[in-house]
């Protein structure tokens, strides 16, 4: 808006800008001489720039009359034309010859502005140039630059009342001459920053010091709803002595660059604020947030339904060259297809995704969050969101009119919220058709101009990139989680040797899931082994490689390994899989394991790291330690060794397993951590499974940074109720002995079932110790969940399964024993091997 000043004369023709800094300044840039003469002829007012013109200095001409400056008397007819010129508001230019201080005669171009009073006498502002050949040519250019100079130009006395303004300040403002001259700013501007701006200019009164370039913003009363910007300079007038007499006012109106500044600093600001999270439907709220009210009063985002729900089957596939869209075939046409108007068959299955509004609640809106949604704007054509521009409908009524029939409800939320303007943006982003967005104001009632479908368009497509972004996360978070839940174990067979619960918990991260893994493997002898892992990085390709190791470490331990055998294959299979995905480009980091291996007949635990945080033991009586393992390099290094250590674990002891996602909380000190981890596992009276549950609840950081997996195992004793064994001598007469004593321990144990079958087992294994080993032979039965039948010697010859020939009079024992059990194998200890079977007990399968 512009502004003015008060008390005043008739109006008259606008002087250029350089008229209003000669009243101090600017004049001097624009080298035109300019003085103030009184109507009595006198000059009250010299510049600088007309000292530089005619040589005279301010105290030698002030106050004496203007004619003194002439070269020649002027006709006093003319100069009397002049005056009522002037005094009539329409100003007069000419040409005329002056005489310097040195006698030299010069012509130059005069100007003489319409009169006004300062100090209470009748002014008239006279400026001069010299005149050259290039300036006569100009001089029309000139006049017409003074008349219709986009520069607002006020003069106000001491008082701050308006003496003269030009036409282009009336219109800036807006408010008629008569009501400005005479009158202060703040009577007539009272909105715009009136009284910051008088007490710059009684700043500049009593400084002598121009204000240049203040910006202000305000309405204008040509149109009070909508806000403009306007940039004014000040400049002090002074007379001859150097007093002030009065304020030069020039003001610009500067809304387009304004506009222009806050559209970009809308479209910057949208980069902090969308896309803080790989959340679909959040992002889309906070392009809906963002934009209100700052931009409209209403936003709708709409998102196509695979595109809503990113765990959906993936998106329908454009045609080649065209983006790919979620919509059917049927309803999305082809090129060259004719365009359909309002048929709901050719409309995008589209949700709501978000929506805000200045109105709490969004009563604007008829469908909520999660509804389907069928408005597409005009064209009404779905194609729309495969090529379509921008949308601006600037006045909504007809488009109103054009929805009562169709869509009677939308009609009416328009009519009773007094929604007039609309703009709707296609979101696309890589070749994906992922939306709609909607822009509408009602209580801002200053409708959408074209200048704005720009930063609607840089709005939506910063928030369509993140919300592709977070829709290609979802996916591949959902297809890593759902590949590693698939090779997580989904039982844990513990047996009778254990007690086990487990928790795994994937990551909030944004690089998606990690590596973590845990498993529990039965082992020969009722032993069982125990394994938690962590493949370093995230996503499918850390899941994968989880995957690949997790079936390593189950076919290493079908092979009895001991843990620092198995950790020294893993290490190798891992330096494989990081060759051969270096050369795929690609590259496996990494990875960290813990394998244990508890024994419940000696209720020993034999344990191997690599690169692992150390397991936590709970003695029965509640103690909590951490057993310093021998620390072992991370899986992929290669050529280093690994190193077993052996614990023992009582009756009831509680042992558990975890990856550092759990103990690396938010300060990310893991030792502390450790500490926590202990006090947790410290609870008593607890059912396995709630105190797993407990400890993940206690220890997980929020938010969660990596995976987190906790495995629990409480030790149980097979005492001699459930473990047989004794030495058999060197003997093949010891073999019916052996059988016999079988028999009883079978019956014993109510298992008169197996007696046979068991005691041609054990003949045909103590047989092959007796031929193909020395020294002495031991053999143990065991009952829990299956019947385990070992016999040890100190042979380290593995036996092999044979395909006897008809002919052939041996060879058939092996044969037989896989035939009669379960499984069998082999496993070497210190003394020697340990062949060893498994039977189903009667009515384990019922």
């Not at 244990?596 to 020993?604: E, K, L, M, S």
């Amino acid at each position: 808006m512009a502004s003015a000043g008060p008390q005043s004369a008739p109006g008259a023709e606008p002087p250029q800008p350089g008229f209003l800094n000669a009243l101090h300044a600017a004049f001097d840039t624009a080298n035109d001489a300019t003085a103030v003469v009184c109507g009595t002829g006198a000059v009250v007012g010299w510049t600088q720039s007309a000292q530089d013109l005619l040589g005279y200095r301010a105290a030698e001409v002030v106050g004496r009359p203007a004619a003194l400056l002439l070269a020649m008397p002027e006709d006093p007819v003319r100069v009397a034309g002049i005056a009522e010129r002037c005094r009539a508001g329409v100003g007069w230019t000419g040409v005329g010859d002056v005489r310097r201080r040195d006698g030299q005669s010069i012509e130059v171009d005069l100007r003489v502005s319409a009169s006004f009073r300062l100090d209470g006498r009748e002014t008239f502002l006279v400026s001069a140039r010299e005149r050259r050949a290039e300036w006569a040519v100009g001089q029309s250019v000139l006049d017409a630059f003074l008349t219709n100079s986009p520069i607002g130009v006020a003069v106000l006395n001491p008082d701050l009342r308006c003496v003269w303004l030009n036409d282009t300040l009336e219109r800036i403002g807006g408010v008629p001459r008569e009501q400005r001259l005479g009158r202060r700013m703040s009577d007539v501007l009272p909105g715009l920053e009136a009284e910051a701006i008088e007490t710059l200019m009684c700043r500049v009164l009593d400084t002598n010091v121009p204000v240049i370039d203040y910006e202000y913003r305000g309405w204008s009363w040509a149109d009070p709803h909508r806000q403009r910007a306007y940039s004014t300079s000040f400049f002090p007038l002074t007379d001859g002595d150097g007093n002030v007499t009065g304020i030069c006012y020039m003001v610009m109106d500067v809304t387009d660059r304004w506009k222009a500044q806050q559209r970009l600093a809308l479209v910057n600001d949208a980069g902090a604020s969308i896309g803080s999270t790989l959340d679909v439907m959040r992002t889309a709220q906070e392009l809906a947030d963002f934009a209100v009210p700052r931009f409209a009063d209403l936003v709708l985002v709409d998102l196509l339904e695979p595109v809503a729900s990113p765990g959906e089957p993936g998106l329908w596939p454009g045609e080649p060259g065209q983006a790919s869209t979620g919509l059917s075939a049927p309803s999305f046409p082809g090129k060259g297809a004719a365009r359909t108007s309002g048929d709901a068959s050719s409309r995008p299955r589209m949700r709501r995704a978000a929506m805000s509004s200045v109105r709490e609640g969004v009563p604007e809106a008829v469908c909520r969050i999660g509804d389907p949604v069928d408005f597409v704007p005009p064209p009404y054509d779905a194609r729309f969101l495969a090529d379509g521009e921008p949308v601006l409908i600037p006045v909504l009524g007809s488009l109103s009119h054009l929805m009562t029939i169709e869509q009677p409800e939308r009609a009416n939320r328009i009519r009773e919220f007094g929604l007039h303007s609309l703009i709707a943006v296609p979101m696309r982003a890589r070749d994906t058709i992922l939306g709609l967005t909607t822009f509408v104001r009602s209580v801002n009632l200053v409708p959408f101009e074209p200048d704005d479908v720009l930063p609607a368009r840089e709005l939506v497509a910063r928030a369509a990139m993140s919300v592709d972004n977070a829709r290609r996360y979802t996916r591949e978070h959902a297809a890593a989680l759902t590949l590693q839940r698939s090779l997580l174990p989904h039982t844990l067979p513990g047996g009778m040797a254990l007690e086990v619960a487990s928790a795994y918990l994937p990551a909030d991260a944004k690089d998606g899931v990690g590596g973590d893994w845990f498993d529990v493997i039965p082992l020969s002898g009722a032993r069982v082994a125990l394994v938690v892992g962590d493949v370093v990085g995230h996503g499918i390709g850390a899941a994968a490689t989880m995957g690949r190791l997790r079936t390593a470490v189950h076919t290493l331990a079908d092979m009895d390994l001991s843990p620092d055998e198995l950790l020294a294959h893993l290490d190798d299979l891992v330096l494989r899989l990081s060759e051969a995905e270096a050369e795929g480009g690609t590259t496996v980091l990494g990875a960290s394991c813990l394998y244990a291996i508890y024994d419940p007949v000696t209720q020993r635990c034999t344990l191997a790291r690599a690169g692992h945080p150390p397991p936590a033991v709970v003695s029965p009586d509640g103690r909590v330690g951490f057993p310093e393992l021998p620390p072992g390099p991370p899986l992929g290094l290669g050529g280093l060794p690994f190193e077993t250590a052996e614990i023992e674990l009582p009756e009831g002891s509680l042992i558990a397993l975890y990856t550092d996602g759990l103990i690396e909380g938010r300060d990310r000190d893991p030792e502390l951590g450790m500490s926590r981890l202990g006090a947790a596992l410290a609870q008593r009276g607890l059912p396995l499974d709630a105190l797993c549950d407990s400890v993940v609840e206690q220890l997980l950081p929020v938010p969660q940074p990596d995976d987190v997996a906790l495995l629990l195992a409480r030790t149980h004793e097979l005492n001699t109720a459930h473990v047989v064994s004794w030495e058999a001598p060197s003997d093949p007469a010891a073999v019916a002995d052996v059988r016999a004593r079988t028999a009883r321990v079978l019956r014993s144990w109510g298992l008169e079932e197996l007696q046979m079958t068991t005691e041609l087992i054990v003949s045909e294994l103590v047989t092959n110790a007796l031929r193909h080993a020395t020294g002495p032979i031991r053999l143990r039965l065991l009952r829990q969940a299956v019947l385990i039948c070992e016999v040890s010697d100190t042979s380290s010859t593995s036996p092999r399964l044979r395909h006897a020939r008809t002919t052939d009079e041996g060879g058939r024992g092996l044969f037989l024993v896989a035939q009669l059990t379960r499984r069998w194998g082999t496993r070497y200890t210190a003394e020697g091997k340990v062949i060893w079977t498994e039977q189903e007990l009667p009515g384990a399968g019922a």
